[in-house]
Nanobody, 115 residues
Framework: QVQLVESGGGLVQPGGSLKLSCVTS????????MSWYRQRPGKEREYVAT????????YDANVVKGRFTISRDNAQSTLYLTMNTLKPMDTAVYFC????????WGQGTKVTVSL
């Protein structure tokens, strides 16, 4: 079965950094583009970033604002989201996503940016 398991969330102060991980199994990871989404409290789920099979990446600039980096380790079948200069508005549950005709979602990892 396809599994996407996020980790790395937690409580961080404004200006701090976190690196989220999504460990995958049940499919050939290197053959799929992968994405991150997030859902802020009281808001709809929103797109954050995608990394393609080529390694090329794209971002929603309104969300990321130059502070996040998506990356992947095909040898470990793991997707990452490195988040720097975190702001309270980044507080959300972050979801790993495999797009396509058979999409898959992780359960999410919660990030709280607060003093």
């Amino acid at each position: 079965q396809v599994q996407l398991v996020e980790s790395g969330g937690g409580l961080v102060q404004p200006g701090g950094s976190l690196k989220l991980s999504c460990v995958t199994s049940g499919f050939v990871f290197r053959d799929y583009g992968m994405s991150w989404y997030r859902q802020r409290p009281g808001k709809e789920r929103e797109y954050v970033a995608t990394i393609r099979v080529s390694g090329n990446s794209q971002y929603d600039a309104n969300v990321v604002k130059g502070r996040f980096t998506i990356s992947r380790d095909n040898a470990q079948s793991t997707l990452y989201l490195t988040m720097n200069t975190l702001k309270p508005m980044d507080t959300a549950v972050y979801f790993c996503h495999r797009p396509g005709t058979e999409p898959a979602w992780g359960q999410g990892t919660k990030v709280t940016v607060s003093l």
